[in-house]
């Protein structure tokens, strides 16, 4: 039987996962703008309005440490950090387009090697995502596979009914033990889901623009693609699905920590060695590394497109580069 | 694979040129030396505390005793730092990352290793597993370009191996001085001349390149002339692997990484992807 939440229940089932000790990260205000972070209280939960940077954060900081050093009398001695001591998280009210990306993410994270740190925040955090009833001109998740009401990626998914309240439906087993759990929060019945927001994107054809990319890597297109990229990296770090890192080490010879961030194939200097070798040397070898990563290579390894639609590289970008022009020009190309 | 960085402590330290450093390290404790090994052209990743991490192919083969030989340039932050420490001093270990050379699939072959600078480092890991094991390979030639003479680093244990391991051996440089007789210490040209004049039965043999980006597409010219297949032309990728663990994504080339796929590539797998040479 289908089950429904009203906004109170929910704000106060965030309040009795908070009092459990949980971490809950949801889209909150900050400052002026929304953004995913861990959130104190039930009322201060934002639904509806897409955060200004993705979810991926929640399982792949923007910068986390990944060891520290310390020098003693026997020299210098490493600690790895303790995956295992993550919190268990809840994160609520992500749209489609950012409730599906971490399961995009598990291919890479897991492919050769297990990378704990983002394994473990997988594991012990339930998606709870949000069907879109609105869209911006920048929303393109219909182009390429998902839509406003698609659950992939969610153990559960909450749907806006007319009057109020969400239809919250159980995804995945995980999903389902959690409704179990707090079935008292629940109502039955019927309700009538408001009619979910309707992208203007049409689908592209992924596996033709995969087929030209295969067989263009010098086309003079990419020239004319990245002439304006400024190489900011604002497109990646906002990306659900970008997930460049860099690890740096910070301290001093006696104490320190090495760090994991974000990075962007974008930089200048991503590629760059010490002795000056750059394999990347202008902009649109690296523009075009950032279109074949996410719509041949990935696709090629892992069977996906490392794309979920979100927009956020649309409205972001400084000098208006819109990733949809780019491949609706390179399908037109026979 | 040794996943946390583990101490080594710094047994030697020699200079090689005046940028250019020689260390011996030694893995500290017994239970990781005995479980470390690698194949030649494998890489390890590095670290000083308080500067960071970089990745190196030791010029070594591994023992038991957990040795690790490496030739540093002083170019960045992490070699800078590397070069002021000391004899006794630490540094941190992990990997080996990468492919390596395919040993195996060397075997019963004719082979030429052609080193430029300081791309001598895997190809004398390479040479020291041939000669230890040099009746499972054909002849071997090994061809080392540099600058000028006094840039053939470890000109002389190459030559002690290919005298005990039935190696030819040949050197070039770009320019050298003249002695009193008006002679020059050594042949002057690019590799590329040295091939000119080598007998190569291409089809049972493999190459093997290690040197300056430059170096690469005009030794892929010349063995391609020469005959060579383009899988049995072995190219050893420089790029700026970070995590070695085929994620953080700096060393992608095409849909390759280097940190997993390579660094060893044959030049079939790299012909169609611009930029990788």
């Given at each position: 039987m289908t089950k429904t939440i009203t906004e109170q229940k929910l704000r106060s089932l965030m309040d009795l996962l908070l009092k459990e000790g949980r971490r809950v990260v949801a889209p909150r205000q900050a400052g002026s703008i929304v953004l995913y972070e861990p959130i104190d209280s039930g009322e201060q939960l934002v639904?509806?309005?897409?955060?200004?940077?993705?979810a991926k954060e929640t399982f792949f900081p923007l910068c986390e440490t990944i060891l520290t050093y310390g020098k003693d009398g026997n020299g210098v001695m490493v600690s790895d950090v303790d995956a295992g001591a993550f919190p268990e998280t809840i994160l609520v009210g992500a749209p489609?387009?950012?409730a599906a990306a971490p399961a995009v993410l598990d291919a890479v994270f897991s492919w050769d090697y297990n990378d704990e740190f983002f394994l473990e925040r997988r594991?012990?955090?339930?998606i709870i995502g949000l069907a879109c009833t609105a869209a911006d001109d920048a929303c393109f998740c219909t182009a390429v596979g998902l839509s406003p009401r698609d659950d992939k990626g969610s153990d559960l998914f909450l749907t806006p009914v007319a009057g109020g309240g969400y239809l919250c439906d159980a995804v995945t087993k995980k999903g389902k033990v959690f409704l179990d759990t707090y079935a008292s929060f629940l109502a039955g019945g019927e309700a009538k889901p408001l009619p979910s927001a309707e992208p203007a994107a049409t689908p592209l054809d992924l596996a033709g623009i995969k087929d030209w990319l295969e067989s263009n890597f010098e086309s003079p297109l990419w020239q004319e693609f990245a002439d304006r990229c400024a190489g900011c990296g604002a497109c990646a770090f906002l990306c659900p699905v970008c997930h460049c890192f860099d690890i740096v080490d910070e301290g001093t010879e006696t104490k320190g920590a090495r760090r994991k961030s974000w990075d962007a194939c974008g930089f200048g200097k991503f590629t760059n060695h010490a002795s000056g070798h750059n394999p990347r040397d202008i902009q649109n070898k690296?523009?075009?590394?950032?279109i074949m990563h996410k719509f041949k290579y990935y696709q090629d390894k892992f069977g996906q497109t490392l794309c979920t639609g979100c927009g956020r590289c649309v409205r972001s970008c400084p000098?208006?580069?819109d990733i949809r022009a780019v491949l609706e020009e390179i399908q037109a190309k026979p | 694979m040794i996943e946390t960085p583990v101490p080594a402590v710094?047994?030697?330290?020699?200079p090689l040129a005046p940028d250019i450093l020689f260390f011996s390290l030694q893995l500290d404790t017994g239970t990781v030396s005995s479980n470390f090994s690698f194949v030649p052209g494998q890489f390890l990743q590095i670290s000083a505390a308080g500067a960071g991490e970089a990745p190196f192919s030791p010029v070594n083969l591994p023992g038991d005793d957990g040795v690790i030989e490496l030739c540093i340039r002083k170019a960045g932050h992490v070699t800078a730092k590397l070069h002021t420490l000391q004899t006794g001093d630490y540094v941190h270990v992990r990997g080996p990352f990468g492919n390596g050379f395919p040993v195996k699939q060397m075997e019963g072959q004719d082979l030429f290793l052609l080193a430029g600078g300081l791309g001598i480092v895997p190809l004398h890991s390479l040479l020291s597993y041939l000669v230890m094991h040099?009746?499972?390979?054909g002849a071997i030639t090994f061809m080392y370009g540099a600058k000028e003479p006094s840039a053939l680093f470890l000109r002389q244990e190459l030559q002690d191996m290919a005298c005990t391991g039935n190696i030819k051996f040949m050197v070039t440089v770009e320019f050298a001085p003249e002695d009193e007789t008006g002679?020059?210490?050594?042949?002057?040209g690019l590799l590329p001349d040295l091939l000119q004049g080598a007998i190569i039965t291409a089809e049972r043999s493999y190459a093997a390149v290690c040197g300056p980006p430059a170096l690469y597409k005009c030794l892929v010219g010349e063995l391609k002339t020469l005959g060579f297949k383009e899988e049995r032309i072995l190219l050893s990728l420089e790029r700026r692997m970070k995590c070695g663990l085929g994620r953080c994504a700096h060393c992608a080339v095409g849909q390759d990484l280097c940190c997993i796929d390579g660094p060893v590539f044959p030049y079939s797998a790299l012909k169609g992807i611009e930029g990788a040479l």
């Open positions: 639904l509806g309005i897409m955060p200004r940077r993705s489609p387009c950012d594991k012990k955090t339930i690296r523009y075009r590394n950032r000098v208006g580069i | 710094i047994l030697a330290m020699k040099r009746q499972r390979f002679k020059t210490s050594c042949n002057i």
